[in-house]
């Protein structure tokens, strides 16, 4: 995840005042998000067979649940409730919620800029999470596409993210979702953790995993 005050190369927490009014020009697209797919896991399409898993933009009814899931998987780094929460009010962030039967289970969440800065080519994921005993069924990669495809059809070339130099469940994940190393950046978390940033050029083609459906 991201840290506090940062948003990519674009900025920093000062400027949240001006992006919250201008958070009416902050193009998020409803067309971009499929409702009630089959919920089949990506590759063997047996992880969820009661009960679907539907990706939907998040809205400030699930900010209580992203807040809460940020608090708990990403507190060894830092508060990471509240500046997830700075993040979600200063209206540059777009997230997207996955929900298992009518329970939220998971989100990620890109920076957009306003229109008023111009063409954006590079987004950051600023965080990813999933319930910890919903991990490892493939809801993670599923939020990944969604997100991707969203700032693709932005024209956003490159997604960049942070993540913990030492969260190496993290950073399997990420390569898999073909994401490769650009550098280390030294003390970068509030609790003084180094954090690796990794890139991926969004423009190739985004493959679809064996036997999954598309998520938009
Ligand atoms: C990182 C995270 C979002 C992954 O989500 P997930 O839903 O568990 O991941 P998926 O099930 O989609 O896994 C996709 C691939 O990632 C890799 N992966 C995921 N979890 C893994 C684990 N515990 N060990 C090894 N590889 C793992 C695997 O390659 C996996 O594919 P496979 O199951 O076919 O082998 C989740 O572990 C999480 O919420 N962690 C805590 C928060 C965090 O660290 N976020 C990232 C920093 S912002």
Redesign the pocket.
Known sequence: ?GNRGRFGKYGDIKRIGRLRRAKKDIAIGKEFVRRGDDGSRP?DGAAFPKMALRLQMAKGSHWDFIIDLSGR??HEYGPYDKIIQEWLASGMAFTILSVHGRRPV?FAMINLLPKEYGPQDETE?L????EPG?????????LIKVVEKKAKALDIKRMA?H??EG?F??R??FE?AGFTELRTERNFYPKGQNALVMIKDICASIPSPSGSGSDV
């Open positions: 995840m590759g998987v990403f998971g994921l965080a990813i999470a999933v919903m991990q490892r069924s493939g809801v993670g990669q599923r993210l993540t913990g969260n469940v993290a399997r994940f898999k």
